[in-house]
């Protein structure tokens, strides 16, 4: 696989990007801020390392877990979970990384196979 050229890490990309922008547009909902820009920035950087070194297949579980955390953060930290708006912006980014970081793990060891 070329370096660079994988889609689903381009979209992993975007999704953490919206994350970490995302406190922008929810004027500083209480606990929101910290963890919408922490995991964001986890899975930027994360992204920007499959992206660079798509044969490094441990990058894609990793945001694996990143997109779990940042699903289940307004549960676990309990501090946003009564802003729906917030709320659904963590699940559905945490959503995407998962689902996307996920097929990429699985393309790239089809493609280390072959």
Do not use: C
């Not at 919206?18 to 920035?41: K, N, Q, V």
């Not at 044969?55 to 990793?62: C, L, N, R, T």
Request: overall charge neutral.
């Amino acid at each position: 696989m070329k370096a660079w050229s994988r889609w689903q890490d381009w979209a992993i990309l975007a999704a953490g990007l919206y994350g970490i922008l995302s406190p922008l547009w929810f004027d500083g909902e209480r606990g929101a801020t910290g963890t919408l820009l922490t995991f964001g920035i986890l899975i930027v950087g994360t992204a920007v390392v499959a992206l660079a070194r798509p044969a490094m297949v441990w990058a894609e579980w990793v945001n694996t877990v990143w997109g779990t955390l940042m699903l289940t953060a307004p549960w676990a930290y309990g501090t946003y979970d009564d802003n729906w708006d917030v709320t659904l912006t963590s699940a559905i980014v945490g959503l995407v990384t998962m689902a996307l970081s996920l097929h990429a793990a699985n393309t790239g060891k089809a493609a280390q196979r072959s």
